[in-house]
């Protein structure tokens, strides 16, 4: 019974560059974790498959 | 063209000439492509029907009606004043049919409103065509803005309802027509066409406004603030008023939210049974929380009221995707609710009735899910045992949380000029869409497989065909 027994807020981090980065999570530990989903671990020789994606 | 879909400025009217110009894709009120084409737009309902009970008369006019832009140039050629209520999906039509409105009404007013001005206010203020642009709800602004729009400054924050019990009911006859012989026969105008979910005519009709919970795919909350619901009383009395003058056949109550504030829908339950003409079958919402926190309410409404399709955002299949999209859901909740619904389908089939399905929105393509949250995703749609599958590509609509995130990245490939709503749009810059599309196609079969019953397995493997607009 997840939004009843645990509910989720919604947080902004700091970030270097001056701007905000928007996480949500049961708490701002839980919320740093879920950012973590949002990335994609790689070994370096496959770095050229997602070259034209890095930003 | 069907004559007198729209009327053209009365010449015997004093005062300016006002066209609420209905917005959507060329053609979807002519030969749309699906029902959800046509579905009728209850702002423009509401916000028509309080400025005609103020003695501010429009006429309608609709883009889905015009199979070309010439057609909508000649619809509003003659017009003092266009009202459009513009939508993130409709902004693209919005700005279009404002520019054409004023190169043949110079000089003409352009009042918009809608969604877009509130999650994308840049956007339209970029657009010179809108002269007043309003934000949030409006029906409590709308007719001071019509009667005198020079009062107001260009960008204005609409002031709305502390309740919808302060709502009129919507006049119908004010939605636009079909425009083809073909569409008219089975529209069923002011009523709706059936959709899949139950007999036609359809009555969509809403209780509640705005879903309290803060799914990040979704910029509901972000539009407007919550407002007290609708009496149950009043919602049959609308029933029982439309069935009486044209006949209805089937509801569709369109909260985003149906399922929650239980007191109200404990009246809900001893009131509809009792004081509707009929026991109209009908869809509604609900979420996988909500159905375990309250599953005894949740069944009675399903045996004694005829909550015969039910939408459960069920989204994902994964707690790892579940919790990106901060739908506080887990796979527990929706695997309780899919064995609930099942076992009170084999029951009511068991006495010759008619079992509930459910209509079930799946996200795929959400940014960080892995291959195999995928999998188990469709692992979940594969077990549910009476589902219509409504499955799209997650889009990253400005407003929402993890939208304006993505958009702030610069990862989203939607823009100003394709908001549609097509499902299988790739619509996120990094997503393996290709992947998803066999997936759907049934290429992984044999990994959906592993974990389900033997029974289970041999069910559909292809849902390629259930890619459908949210």
Known sequence: MSSFSNPHYMYLFDLKNGKKKLAYGQSPEDALEILSYKFVKIHQRQLQEYVHLLG | MLKNLWSKPSSSEAGPKRLWLDLGDLGDLVNPAGPHEQWQDHGLGLLRTLLHQ?????????????????????????????????????????????????????????????????VALDEMEAIPEFDKICQGPGEKTIVDLVRDPDSFPRVILGQGAKSMAEWPMIDRTLWPKPNSWKLARKFHWPLEPECGWGPGPVVTIITSRVCPWQCVFCNENSYIPNMGRRPVEAVIDELNFLDQKWGVGSIVIHDSMFFQNPSWLQEWLEKYPRQARKLWPYWAAGRADTVRQWPELFEALIKETNWNTVSIGFESGSDRVLRIINKECTEEDNYFTIDLLSRIGDEMEAQGKKAPVFWSNIMLGIPGETHEDAIKTMRMVKYTKRILPSISFYA???????????????????????????PDDEKVVGVDYQFYRELLAGKFDHEINKGLPSLIQHRRSVYSDALAKA
């Open chain 2, 54 to 118: 103020n003695g501010l008369m429009t006429d309608i006019a609709s883009t889905r009606a015009c199979k070309t832009w010439d057609e909508v140039r000649q619809a509003v050629a003659g017009y003092d004043i266009l009202l459009m209520n513009v939508r993130s999906y409709t902004f693209p039509v919005g700005y279009r049919s404002a520019k054409i409105f004023k190169e043949v009404n110079p000089k003409g007013l352009v009042l918009a409103g809608g969604m877009h001005a509130t």
């Open chain 2, 396 to 422: 990253p609509y400005p407003g929402s949380a993890l939208g304006n995130q993505l958009i702030a990245e610069g990862k989203s490939r939607m823009t100003k000029e394709n908001y549609h709503r097509f």
